[in-house]
């Protein structure tokens, strides 16, 4: 079964920097578009950043000038360098593929498409003042 799994995530001041991973053993991130979402307690999970398959980025209003995505298709990373990170930045980070990944199942070497998009369970990011 693939999976996402998320990772960087961490408690922090203010003003620091922290830089999240997704992973996948068997999604192809190149094959498709990847979005890093958020969700605070008591709140509605948001998409913060994407990148397209052709490498597109798009950034929430409250990620742009301090967030950054990023693809490294030699690992199949897809990072979000996140800098002077606020309160208000606290909250569950998620990384999502899709839909229309190519994925392989463990072991097998037959490429599938996956029709919905691939969740991760997140990473929390704990950010005070």
């Known amino acids: 079964q693939v999976q996402l799994v998320e990772s960087g995530g961490g408690s922090v001041q203010t003003g620091d920097s922290l830089k999240l991973s997704c992973a996948s053993s068997g999604v192809i991130f190149s094959t498709c578009g990847v979005g890093w979402y958020r969700q605070a307690p008591g709140k509605e999970r948001v998409l913060q950043s994407s990148i397209s398959r052709d490498d597109a980025t798009t950034y929430a209003d409250s990620a742009k000038g301090r967030f950054t995505i990023s693809r490294d298709k030699a690992e199949n990373i897809v990072h979000l360098q996140m800098d002077n990170l606020k309160t208000e930045d606290t909250a569950v980070y998620c990384c999502?593929?899709?839909?229309?990944?190519?994925?392989?199942?463990?072991?097998?070497?037959?490429?599938?498409?996956?029709?919905?998009?691939?969740w991760g369970h997140g990473t929390q990011v704990t950010v005070s003042s």
């Open positions: 999502a593929a899709g839909p229309g990944c190519t994925y392989y199942n463990h072991g097998s070497i037959v490429a599938r498409t996956a029709l919905d998009k691939v």
